[in-house]
């Protein structure tokens, strides 16, 4: 190997090992808080002498997370299944199909990527009032599914776009209609895109915080990350129990990305190739 081979490979596992520690050092930090004992405040990475591992059973009965969970459970399944399924269907209707104004309805959904979210909340808020959804888990799944849609459609159709031609010709050619060109050839196809946007809008759903809070009174109807406020008082934070409840809700989400990894890198360096 040649020397500026080798300095290119120490470069980039420089880089590498960098990204890796900016991702890893806090989440040490915070597991190794959440082992100190209950009341005290660690400062530092430091592993505590006597490590207090009922913390998490302590972080767990304190914030109801057995409701929270069951709770952000119901949202989870109201929202990604129905939004994955409709960002997909039209991602491909705009790549794929000529549908008539599909630019125009393209750059109305571009509009709804660009708006901030915090800006939509008072006018959601009066819209379920009247329709009477208010403090519902429903005030929360329908917003959802409209703000996650223009990025799923967005990210379905730069996958659709890159689809080889000749698969849909030779699908005509066999008899097939558009449905069944969908359906049978690119949906298949297209499983790391769409199980890759999955992962993404169980992220966003899961760790909902802003809407459950303002759109629905009751705690128990809330997503799992509301249970983090349980951890703090009029006169002060428990910075223990804090992060034993944070990894607490951040470990469903790490077992989803680990079961989908190979799909989401997938989906990753299909759209870095393209």
Not at 200 to 206: G, H, M, N, Y
């Amino acid at each position: 190997m040649t020397t500026s081979g080798v300095a290119h490979r120490v470069t980039r596992t420089g880089i590498l090992l960098a990204l890796m520690l900016f991702a890893i050092v806090p989440l040490l930090s915070m597991f190794t808080t959440a082992l100190a004992a209950p009341g005290s405040t660690p400062q530092g990475l430091t592993w505590p002498s006597d490590p207090h591992w009922h913390n998490f059973v302590d972080a767990w009965s304190a914030a109801n997370f057995l409701a929270l969970f069951g709770s952000s459970t119901l949202i989870v399944l109201g929202v990604v299944p129905a939004t994955v399924a409709m960002a997909t269907a039209a991602g491909y209707a705009l790549a794929q199909l000529h549908v008539p104004f599909g630019k125009a309805i393209y750059g109305l959904l571009l509009v709804g990527l660009t708006l901030p979210f915090e800006a939509l909340i008072t006018p959601l808020y009066y819209n379920l009032q009247s329709m009477g959804l208010l403090g519902t888990r429903l005030a929360i799944v329908l917003p959802l599914i409209g703000l996650l849609m223009p990025f799923g459609v967005f990210w379905m159709r730069a996958h659709f776009l890159g689809a080889e031609p000749a698969l849909t010709e030779a699908a005509k050619v066999d008899g097939a209609n558009a449905w069944q060109t969908f359906r049978r050839i690119h949906l298949p196809l297209a499983t790391s895109a769409w199980s890759a946007l999955a992962v993404l809008f169980f992220l966003a759903s899961w760790n909902q915080y802003l809407l459950p809070l303002v759109l629905v009174d009751d705690p128990t109807k809330r997503t799992v990350a509301g249970g983090l406020g349980a951890f703090q008082g009029q006169y002060g934070t428990d910075i223990v129990l804090l992060c034993a409840g944070s990894l607490l809700i951040i470990l469903p989400s790490l077992v989803i990305f680990l079961i989908f990894q190979r799909n989401f890198v997938k989906a990753l360096m299909q759209g870095a190739l393209k």
